[in-house]
Each structure stands twice: as C-alpha cells, then as structure tokens.
C-alpha cells in the first residue's frame, strides 16, 4: 500500500499579512508567550510582535532564554519599548532579600532545623533557578504596568514546560510553609485556648495570594495567549504538537500557531516545493504565516520593513533574473580535509535549533558502523528530547545504544523514598504527639518544593556512571541549548554544594537513616559530580559546537566559545549547519551571501553542512551530514 500524500491544512491562511493580522487580533491580551523548538524564529517574531505593539502603546519585551540575544538583535532600545532579560541569580538575590528573614522565622517555628542551616540552604544557587525566577519576573512586570503589551520570548520548548511547572513549584512552597507554620499555631492554641494570627500567617497568606494571582494571569484567556513558533519540518511539527498539548493541559489558552518562514512567492523549483511541505503542516490548531525573508531579519530596521511587507533592502527584486549563481566550490572547500575527530565524551552545544541533535546522530552513526566491536552511546540531557524523534521509525546500529534520561521520573522516585525517611527518622527522635505530625507534615512540604531544574542531578549521575564505563568506546551528548548547557557543566560545581548543603541538613537525623536508602543516593550524587567535573576539564572530554550561519547566532556563538576556553573545557570543531547551498532560487543567492558574510567573523575552521531541501530524518542520511574520523 502506497504512502498517503499529506493532506493541506485547511486552517492555514497563506498571506502575507497573516501575521501582523493574527498580531492584531491579540491587541486585548496583557501577556503573549512566544515558544517553540529551538531555532524555529521565536526570538525574531516576539522582537517583530513588540515593534508592532509599540506603534500603539507601551510595550515590554522580556526574554526567559538564560542566553538571549535581544542585545545582538537591537543595538539600542526602540521606541516606546523595554527589553528585558532573565538574570535569574539577580531576581532570586532580590526575591531573598525582600522573604528570607519570613522565611527563617517560619522554618524556625516548624522544624528542627536552625537559622544558620537554613540559610544556608536558602542562600545556594538552586538548580532550576532560571525557570523559578522567569515564572516569578512574568507575573511581576505584568503587575508593575497592568496597561503594557508583555510580550515573551520563552526558551526552547523542554525549559518553557518547566517554567509554565513553576506555578506548582510556588503552590507547594506555599503549602510547606503554612504546614511549618501550623505546629506553632497548634501549639499556641493548646496553650491559650484560643486562635492567634500574627504577622508570620499573614506574610504566608500574602505570599500565596500574589503567587495564586500570577497562576491565573496566565491561564486567563483573556489576558495570555501561548502562541508556539513552528517550521513545517515533521519533527518540529510533532514536537509542537506535543507542545501545544502539554501547555493546553496547564489550563493556558493556545488561539493558534505561526508557521514560520513559509514560502509565499515561490520563483524556482526548489521553493515550490518547500511551499507544498508548508502547506501540509498541521499543529492541530489553527495556523497563521510568517512569510520568509530574502535577508536576515537581525536588526530593527529589518524587521519594521519584513512586518510592513516591503520588500527587504538587498534582496532581488520580484521578476529580476537571477544573479551569478555562488559556486559550488566556495561550499564544498571550506569542508576540504575538515574532519570531526570524537572524545571520550563528546557534547554537542549551540543554540536551541542549531541542529545539535543531528549533528550527535551523524557522529554517533558513524562510529557504531566503523567499529562494529565498539559500544557506543548516544543520551539526550535536553528536556524536549528530540532525539526520540530521531530512532523513533529507525533502530540504532547493535552496538549504539540510545537514551532518553526520564529525570522526572526518577524525580519523583526519589522524592518518594526521601519522604517515607523522612517519616521514619522524625517518628523515631520527635516526642509524641502532635509534634510528630506537624514535624513530618512540614518536612514532606519541603520536599516537595524541589526547584523544576532538581531532576537534571540524575542527569549528571548517568553522565558519570557513562564517564566511569569501560566498556563504552565513546559517549555522544546532545545537550539543552546554550544557556541552559552551560548550567548543566557548571553543576558539578553548583549542584555538589546544593546536594551537601542537602545532606546536612537531612542527616540531622542520620541515626535513622538506613545504609542503602537516602544517605547513601546523596553521597552517590556528590561522587558523580565531582567525576563528572573531573571528566569535562581532561582530555577524555570536549564540545563541539554547533552554530548556524546567522549574524545573531554566530555573536552567541562566539561568546559560548570564549566562556568554553575560559572555563578550561577543550573545543573539538565548529560546525555551521543549514548553510544554504548554492542554487538558481533569487531568495536562497541573497541568503548566502549574507551566511558566508556572517561565518567569516568564526575564521576559516569551520566545517559547513549545507541545508537539504527536505527534512534530514533517515539514518543513512543522517549519517552523512559530517565526516567523522576516530583516529
């Protein structure tokens, strides 16, 4: 039986206009979110979205991403607009300045634990911190000016999931708090024989009702709006499916999706065919165009004339004949002799969308078929996990072993175990009565308050167990984008002193805490990460980087590379991906010209992996994107 041809999405509305249209239709909404796969255009079209609001009003563009670059998009502030990035260990110096003295009272009162060990503990860089604080900064400019346009630019879809989880995260906090609080207003009330509030229940009281009103700022549909960027690629389609359902299940209105650089004014072969792969994409809600330019969208200018629909500066004029074609040549020798040569551990960085995770399945692929007797693997640390996508048709080769680490699971394991110890080691050293219960009530609140980020710990202990294995030849890591990458390398240093501080203050009951159990997985966890550190500045490790050939990628790209050298971390190889290839398409001649222009501020040892016409999802082509050697 033949393949089915797909189907046209009939909700797809193939204009020009669509999207300043689809712009205009959310002019009564407070918050717009703007989310999606990594290097699907969320940062171009939530900069384009702020522009068009701020020709009508005040407008705030915030960017949630750890490395954001609205500083390489706009040189200077535009008009009537103010833009903001997370500096998440800034908000959370504030947010414990303005609740850390409630908050010492409060644990005072309702466990064993002291003020210094608290403290302490509330003093570390949690992880997770990003997404807490970009939950928390959200709510906190939409209330500072209720009359502005706050338009989002999220993070890559796994780390907008955990920041849409941090609105749980503050119900629990609040919910542990008031359990400490509890056991002092029991005890009061034996006392006295009567009910007392004092300034503690009423700062608990304050601190749920502004984290409940910035949980229904976002699932009011009439003040957010979740609108997800996409390509018409099917992997970013399934993804943003995935997307729209796990957003829908938080309670947070979706109006529609954006089918970025879609082909509107097809004038060769090549982009007639993009524009039927366009027309076929369905994110299962109703889609709106944001028509491609002939020039990168990369600075103010560009993106008030993309948004008014004149045709860009530098581009070919409609109907003009097609300039010299690029040779071949000026591509393919910039590859010539460029191999990739893999460490022990590799792992793949970049921003989100650069195509990390083909890259590590290129590499990957090609080691597991050049030594058939090696054992390699190949395990994603990126919370969107796109590497199921990748094997999700095509088995790996015998000797590749592909993983998905579940962190959320295993999460919620040990939370689990670390709960039912807690009830024992408290039944066994608090007197009896009601302060056992209010003593294992509160701590079982506490250990639900683990920050969204606490799960990637169990990333780092199956990256150190892979690190200690001899029997795997090498490890290819496909990674979180930039900002959140480098969180991940600076855990073993951040995370060991979160996971000591951890086992402080939970061993103040170690006399019950059996060998095997909760001390044990804790001390376990301190090993990983100090092998794991050990592992990232030698020789057995290094990184490659993957870029794309776009002004604003590049410029992060060049700052990942210096924190990399600084930071002690070998650098393997730069990749530029998508690099479009030359062609008699007018659109595809203007954007290499603008590429080459770009990679040429990285030096001349980058390896270039031009862009297929069509998606790259079959292994046998995956395998080809990049030479690799393991000499």
């Not at 979110?33 to 009003?57: E, M, N």
């Not at 941090?166 to 919910?175: I, N, V």
């Not at 860009?312 to 040779?327: H, K």
């Not at 996971?499 to 019950?512: G, K, N, P």
């Amino acid at each position: 039986m033949k393949d089915e041809a797909p189907q046209p999405n009939s909700s797809l509305v193939l204009h020009p206009s669509s999207f300043p249209d689809a712009l205009r239709s959310l002019s009564s909404r407070q918050v717009l979110l703007f989310s999606g796969k990594g290097g699907v255009g969320k940062t171009t079209l939530s900069a384009a979205a702020a522009l068009h609001f701020a020709k009508t009003g005040r407008t705030i563009l915030f960017s949630t991403d750890p490395a954001s670059n609205l500083g390489d998009l706009f040189e200077e502030q535009p008009a009537n607009v103010r833009i903001e990035s997370l500096d998440a260990n800034a908000l959370y110096a504030r947010f414990l300045e303005k609740n850390l003295g409630s908050f010492l009272e409060i644990g005072d009162r309702g466990t064993y634990l002291d003020r210094d060990e608290l403290r302490r503990f509330f003093e570390l860089s949690l992880p997770g911190v990003d997404e807490i604080m970009a939950w928390m900064r959200i709510g906190e400019l939409a209330e500072e000016d209720a009359g502005a346009m706050l338009v989002v630019d999220t993070a890559p879809t796994g780390h907008t999931i955990r920041l849409l989880g941090a609105a749980e995260h503050f119900r629990q906090f609040a919910l542990a708090l008031d359990a400490m609080a509890a056991k002092h207003r029991e005890l009061v009330r034996q006392f006295t024989r009567r009910n007392v509030r004092d300034a503690v229940d009423e700062f608990i009281e304050r601190f749920d009702q502004e984290a409940r009103r910035r949980r229904e700022l976002l699932t009011d549909a009439r003040r957010t709006a979740f609108l997800p960027v996409m390509l018409s690629e099917p992997w970013v389609v399934e993804q943003t499916r995935r997307l729209i359902a796990e957003v829908r299940e938080v309670g947070i209105d979706v109006p529609f999706a954006i089918l970025n650089r879609a082909v509107v004014d097809p004038d060769c072969d090549r982009d007639r065919e993009r524009q039927k792969a366009d027309a076929a994409a369905d994110a299962g809600v109703p889609t709106v165009v944001a028509p491609r330019s002939c020039v990168p969208l990369d600075s103010r200018k560009a993106l008030e004339g993309w948004l008014s629909g004149a045709p860009p500066s530098g581009a070919p004029p409609s109907g003009a004949p097609p300039t010299r074609r690029p040779p071949a040549q000026k591509v393919a020798a910039r590859n010539r002799g460029a191999l990739l040569k893999p460490s022990r551990l590799t792992f793949l960085a970049g921003k989100g969308g650069v195509g990390k995770t083909t890259i590590a399945t290129s590499i990957a692929l090609q080691l597991a078929q050049a030594n058939p007797s090696g054992q390699y693997t190949i395990i994603s640390v990126d919370p969107a996990h796109a590497l199921r996508d990748v094997f999700a048709t095509e088995k790996p080769p015998a000797n590749l072993a592909v993983e998905i680490v579940d962190t959320r699971a295993k999460w919620r394991r040990f939370r689990e175990t670390l709960g039912n110890e807690i009830d024992r080691a408290v039944a066994a050293l608090a007197p009896s009565g009601v302060h056992v219960a209010y003593e294992t009530e509160s701590l079982r609140k506490l250990i639900e308050v683990a920050p969204p980020g606490a799960d990637e710990l169990f990333a780092i202990n199956r990256l150190s167990e892979l690190a200690a294995d001899e029997t795997r030849a090498a490890v290819i890591i496909d990674t979180a984008p930039t900002g959140h990458f480098l969180r991940l390398i600076e855990l073993p240093e951040t995370a060991a002193e979160w996971v000591r501080e951890f086992m402080r203050i939970l061993l103040r009951y170690r006399e019950v805490i059996r060998p095997g159990s909760l001390g044990e997985e804790l001390v376990e966890a301190s090993r990983a990460l100090k092998l794991l550190d050990e592992t990232l500045h030698s020789a057995r490790a290094a990184v490659i980087v993957v870029t794309r050939p776009e002004r604003v990628v590049v410029a992060e790209t060049k700052r990942l590379l210096a924190t990399l050298e600084q930071r002690g971390i070998a650098v393997g190889a730069v990749v530029a991906n998508y690099v479009t290839p030359p062609s008699e398409c007018r659109c595809d001649q203007s954007m290499m010209a603008a590429e080459m222009d770009s990679l040429s501020r990285l030096g001349s040892d980058v390896i270039l992996v031009a862009r297929h016409d069509g998606p790259v999802t079959r292994l046998a082509d995956l395998a080809g994107l990049v030479t690799v050697t393991a000499d």
